[in-house]
C-alpha cells in the first residue's frame, strides 16, 4: 500500500501570508494527487485534482505544483475562511490513502 | 445537482455488523467511469478510505479491514451499501461515501457524513 507523509502536521499564519504544505508518497505516484480542506463537523470538499487541477469554484489563491512522490498545495494570500485542516491522498490505485493531515491556523 | 447521503444507525454494539446505505441523485452508477467510496473519520483524526464500487461492480477494499467489508450496489435505487462486521469501539468514526471524479479518481462529492457509536 502507499503511505502519504503531510507537513507540518499544524501551521500558524497571518491574513495575507503565503502558506505551503507539502506531501510525499512512499512511491511514484505520477500526478494522480488529491487535496482536501475539512472545516470542523463539515465534510471534506475538493480543491485540487491531479496535482495541479483547481476544482471548479475554487479561489485561486489556491494552487498544486509535483509530481512523482512530492507535492505542494499553496495558498498565496491566507484568508480568514481558509482556517481548516487540509488532506492530500494518492489516487494512483486502490486501497487509497490520505494523508494525516495539516491544521492551519490563523494567528 | 449530484448530492450523496449517508444513512444507518447512530448505535451499534461491540461484535454486531454495521449495515450503512449510501443515497445518490444527479448520477446513476449504470453509466461507465461512475464509481463511489465509503470513507470513514474517527473523532479528531484523520480521513481512511475503506471501499469502492465501481460502475462495472468492481469492488476494492482496504488492505486492513477487507476481511470485514463488503460493498454493493443497487442501481435502481441508487443506493451503495456498506456492511462491516466484528464492529468495535474503535470503529466510532463518521463515516462519508463519496462519488469519485472519473479522469482524477479524486473524490469530488461528498455526503454529509454519519456518526457511528460502537458501544455495549
Known amino acids: 500500500d502507499i503511505q502519504m507523509t503531510q507537513s507540518p502536521s499544524s501551521l500558524s499564519a497571518s491574513v495575507g501570508d503565503r502558506v505551503t504544505i507539502t506531501c510525499r508518497a512512499s512511491?511514484?505516484?505520477?500526478?494522480?494527487l488529491n487535496w482536501y480542506q475539512q472545516k470542523p463537523g463539515k465534510a471534506p470538499e475538493l480543491l485540487i485534482y491531479a496535482a495541479s487541477n483547481l476544482q471548479s469554484g475554487v479561489p485561486s489563491r489556491f494552487s498544486g505544483s509535483g509530481s512523482g512522490a512530492d507535492f505542494t498545495l499553496t495558498i498565496s494570500s491566507l484568508q480568514p475562511e481558509d482556517c481548516a485542516t487540509y488532506y492530500c491522498q494518492q489516487s494512483y490505485n486502490a486501497p487509497y490513502s490520505f494523508g494525516q493531515g495539516t491544521k492551519l491556523e490563523i494567528k | 445537482q449530484v448530492t450523496l447521503k449517508e444513512s444507518g444507525p447512530a448505535l451499534v454494539k461491540p461484535t454486531q455488523t454495521l449495515t450503512l446505505t449510501c443515497t445518490f441523485s444527479g448520477f446513476s452508477l449504470t453509466t461507465s467511469g461512475m464509481r463511489v467510496s465509503w470513507i470513514r473519520q474517527p473523532p479528531g483524526k484523520a480521513l481512511e478510505w475503506l471501499a469502492r464500487?465501481?460502475?462495472?461492480?468492481?469492488?476494492f477494499y482496504s488492505t486492513s479491514l477487507k476481511t470485514r467489508l463488503t460493498i454493493s450496489k443497487d442501481t435502481s435505487r441508487n443506493q451503495v451499501v456498506l456492511t462491516m462486521t466484528n464492529m468495535d469501539p474503535v470503529d466510532t468514526a463518521t463515516y462519508y461515501c463519496a462519488r469519485i471524479q472519473a479522469m482524477s479518481d479524486a473524490f469530488d462529492m461528498w455526503g454529509q457524513g454519519t456518526m457511528v457509536t460502537v458501544s455495549s
Open positions: 512511491q511514484s505516484i505520477r500526478s494522480y
Open positions: 464500487i465501481d460502475w462495472d461492480d468492481d469492488k
